[in-house]
């Protein structure tokens, strides 16, 4: 498996970030190579031009959107359909239960987003309630291991 992984943090209040940290140690046992990008100033043809693999941590605003500061980038991707059929993508989405059908809406907007380019997810996804602003590193954790063995199959079976 390649050892390089580019991070896309997209986050209004900065738990994403540490979210993100939290994943990323999780992740080196795997990838020796990590870099975080910020989704309020990542170009979508950026996206096009990094490794093979990538992960998205995103919070949920306004109605299961995505963060203010991801606008740009979602409609860039939207409207100049980069091509991005190079790449595999999990998800990390963090929320707020008490919003209850928008939970973690950002997941599923994301999937959709990087899937008009043709990148392809990994799963499972990652669902994170924020509400007491606890971070539930054993579920986190767990999610990683998850991951990386989703990522060696689908690098196996290619
Ligand atoms: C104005 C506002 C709107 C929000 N809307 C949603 C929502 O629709 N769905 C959801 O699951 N969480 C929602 N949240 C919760 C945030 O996603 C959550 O607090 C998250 O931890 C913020 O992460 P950040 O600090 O990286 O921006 C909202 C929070 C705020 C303040």
Same mark, same amino acid.
């Given at each position: 498996?390649?050892? !390089?992984?580019? #991070?896309? #943090?997209?986050?209004?209040?900065?738990?994403?970030? !540490?979210?993100?940290?939290?994943?990323? &140690?999780?992740?080196?046992?795997? $990838?020796?190579?990590? &870099?975080?990008?910020?989704?309020?100033?990542?170009?979508?043809?950026?996206?096009?031009?990094?490794?093979?693999?990538?992960?998205? #941590?995103?919070?949920?605003?306004?109605?299961? &959107?995505?963060?203010?500061?991801?606008?740009?980038?979602?409609?860039?991707?939207?409207? !100049?359909?980069?091509?991005?059929?190079?790449?595999? /993508?999990?998800?990390?989405?963090?929320?707020?239960? *008490? $919003?209850?059908?928008?939970?973690?809406?950002?997941?599923?907007?994301?999937? &959709? =987003?990087?899937? $008009?380019?043709?990148?392809? /997810?990994?799963?499972?996804?990652?669902?994170?309630?924020?509400?007491?602003?606890?971070?539930?590193?054993?579920?986190?954790?767990?999610?990683?291991?998850?991951?990386?063995?989703? =990522?060696?199959?689908? *690098?196996?079976?290619?």
């Amino acid at each position: 498996m390649q050892r !390089r992984l580019s #991070v896309l #943090v997209a986050s209004s209040n900065g738990m994403a970030w !540490r979210i993100c940290g939290f994943a990323c &140690e999780f992740l080196r046992t795997e $990838f020796a190579d990590i &870099e975080m990008l910020d989704a309020g100033s990542t170009p979508a043809t950026a996206l096009a031009q990094r490794g093979r693999f990538l992960l998205v #941590v995103s919070s949920t605003f306004g109605r299961g &959107e995505l963060p203010r500061a991801a606008q740009p980038l979602q409609a860039s991707l939207r409207e !100049r359909r980069v091509d991005l059929s190079g790449i595999v /993508f999990g998800v990390v989405c963090l929320g707020d239960r *008490s $919003f209850r059908e928008t939970f973690c809406g950002a997941a599923a907007r994301w999937k &959709e =987003l990087l899937g $008009f380019g043709g990148a392809r /997810f990994a799963g499972p996804e990652l669902k994170l309630d924020m509400c007491e602003r606890r971070i539930e590193l054993p579920r986190l954790h767990a999610w990683s291991r998850a991951w990386l063995a989703s =990522l060696g199959r689908t *690098s196996l079976a290619e």
